[in-house]
């Protein structure tokens, strides 16, 4: 089992795959809203807790998380690294694998086009993923989407090794 990771201090995203013949399956997907904590530590805390309780639940093996890319704001990009090192904290102190992928590889994983917008995304999950609902909010999307980008990987790369 893949646990997607989309960073965010307000809302961070994420989504727990299993491959399947077709199409991968969502386990559970959501956000971790830690809007009503009033201090950056109090988010950072309650993003811990979560993840811990989420891996806790599901056990998956790897934790697949978005690379923070250049932002032009510094202070979102500052924000959103926080987040970021809270679930690769969590991640490794499961002992999960970790995968790293930065939105371009998502987005030409999942679009075909390493220039793809949200809406592109969006509209290619029901493609690639068994979904009980249209995924509406972009952070859950994204962190399908790079779940999704590990699966991808991890098939081509189990591949290569048994052609070699």
Known sequence: MILGIDPGTTGMGYAFLVAADARATIIECGIVDVRASSTAGERLLAI??????????????????????????AKTAMRVSEARGIALLCGARAGLEIAEYTPQEVKLTVAGHGAADKKAIQAMLPHLVALDAPVTQDNVADAIAIALTHLQRAKFTAAVAAAT
């Open 48 to 73: 811990s807790k979560a993840l811990d309780d989420l891996i806790g639940r599901h056990r998956p093996a790897v934790l697949a998380v978005e690379r923070l890319y250049f932002n032009k704001n």
